[in-house]
């Protein structure tokens, strides 16, 4: 399982637009990059998961660069609610997700 | 959308006793999964569960845990002997091969 490294936290203000980049150096041809969202006392949930180039839905955008050692979670506008707890992961489709400390982001008004 | 759901969404036990913590998957997944969360602390994995048998477990999945798949839907987490340290969330997720693990809104186990 390859190892992540994100920013420990983020501060933004409501209506910005968010990018939160994470290295995976030692990323697997096989593993998929994916993005959880934490809330206080609930359960991760998934964001979005890509392999390469770019992927975008309702929620949020993921790029990914050709040699696959880093990715961008992008945010579009972002609001107070989504003040949360984002994971990056790189992992393969039926295996454990480890999970790193996160990127605690912080959104003011 | 299809859900993980656990019960009780809180629990308290006293130090010493067993606690069995439930889950039912989605129905169509594979591979199931038990993590805990010490409040303010990252999530830890504790064991992955596929094919009716434990296919991973992390060192904190001592002899005092078990996990069973007793019928078609329900995934269950035994704790034998309750530590205070045990006192965490606990989160079940369930995935099939290639998507996204889904995880549950976890049980709060309090142990006293």
């Known amino acids: 399982l390859a190892k992540t490294t994100q920013p420990i936290s983020m501060d933004s203000y409501e209506g910005q637009e968010v990018n939160i980049t994470c290295s995976h150096n030692?990323?697997?041809?096989?593993?998929?990059i994916t993005w959880y969202q934490q809330f206080p006392s609930q359960g991760p949930r998934f964001i979005i998961q890509?392999?390469?180039t770019k992927v975008t839905n309702e929620v949020a955008s993921l790029f990914i660069p050709a040699d696959r050692k880093s990715s961008t979670l992008s945010l579009p506008r972002v609001s107070l609610s989504d003040t949360a707890v984002y994971y990056c992961l790189a992992r393969m489709g039926g295996f454990k997700t480890i999970f790193g400390a996160g990127t605690r982001l912080f959104v003011k008004a | 959308e299809p859900e993980v759901t656990q019960t009780p969404s809180h629990q308290v036990t006293q130090m010493g006793q067993e606690v069995i913590l439930r889950c039912v998957p989605i129905?169509?997944?594979?591979?199931f999964y038990w993590y805990r969360q010490i409040l303010g602390q990252k999530v830890e994995f504790l064991v992955s569960?596929?094919?009716?048998?434990?296919?991973?477990k992390s060192e904190i999945f001592d002899d005092q845990f078990s996990v069973e798949r007793p019928d078609g839907s329900n995934f269950t987490l035994k704790i034998r002997s309750t530590k205070l340290e045990d006192s965490a969330m606990y989160f079940c997720a369930s995935t099939d091969k290639a998507a996204e693990a889904f995880f549950g809104q976890g049980t709060r186990l309090t142990v006293v």
């Open positions: 890509g392999y390469k």
């Open positions: 569960f596929y094919n009716n048998e434990i296919s991973e």
């Open positions: 129905s169509n997944h594979l591979y």
């Open positions: 030692n990323i697997a041809t096989n593993d998929y």
